[in-house]
């Protein structure tokens, strides 16, 4: 091998060193329903998005497991259980801790650790758009007029917005999908009162 190949794959080699750094995931889970938790990547190929198992752990008798992976920025993950699953945002050198009882995933997800302050974001913001769509469901069981139901919806999102916003400044490296939920909304907001219209046709055609 010439000196400069050998030079070539030496500096090759430090460059990725010197960039990826490792990632880990680690975990307590209560009364877990699955032997194995994954923790995964998505790649497109072909114009396809696959997911890609990065690392999977056994978790032990105490409901412990441990993940890792090699990541030179900030990527999207899937954490995986068997059942459940969780987006997250884990980049170079994150140590993350996660906790939750199988019973209630979201309602008991909490994270610790280098990293986690963006996740608890996230999964904050996941179990609010829950309970938004959760309160406009119960809304449209009894309200019945449709000008009032609409400003209902659009209050709900508006508020949204604001706890994606204040999100966003307090995560600045989220900034980019937190633009992408805040850019989404008037598209959701108007996909929900589609629902309802196609909905009260429905009701009217039966009840004529």
């Given at each position: 091998m010439s000196r400069n190949l050998r030079v070539t794959i030496l500096f090759a080699g430090l460059s990725l060193s010197a960039?990826?750094?490792?990632?880990?995931?680690?975990g307590t889970i209560g009364e877990p329903q699955k032997e194995t938790v994954y923790l995964n990547v998505f790649e497109m190929k072909e114009g396809k998005r696959n997911r890609v198992v990065i690392d999977s752990c056994v978790i032990d008798e105490n409901g412990n497991f441990t993940l890792e992976a090699q990541f030179d920025s900030l990527r999207y993950v899937q954490y995986f259980d068997g059942r459940e699953q969780a987006r997250m945002y884990l980049g170079p050198g994150d140590d993350v801790h996660m906790s939750y009882h199988s019973a209630m995933f979201d309602e008991t997800m909490s994270y610790t650790g280098k990293g986690a302050d963006r996740n608890n974001a996230m999964a904050r913001l996941g179990l609010t758009q829950e309970i938004l769509q959760l309160s406009f469901n119960s809304y449209k069981s009894y309200q019945?007029?449709?000008?009032?139901?609409?400003?209902?919806?659009?209050?709900?999102?508006?508020?949204?917005?604001?706890?994606?916003?204040?999100?966003?400044?307090?995560?600045?490296?989220?900034?980019?999908e937190l633009e992408k939920r805040i850019a989404s909304i008037d598209k959701e907001v108007g996909r929900q009162k589609e629902m309802v219209v196609t909905e009260l046709k429905k009701q009217n055609a039966i009840e004529a």
């Open positions: 960039f990826a750094q490792n990632v880990k995931l680690s019945k007029d449709t000008a009032k139901l609409f400003k209902g919806l659009e209050e709900m999102y508006a508020n949204y917005s604001k706890a994606l916003e204040h999100a966003k400044t307090a995560n600045p490296d989220l900034t980019n």
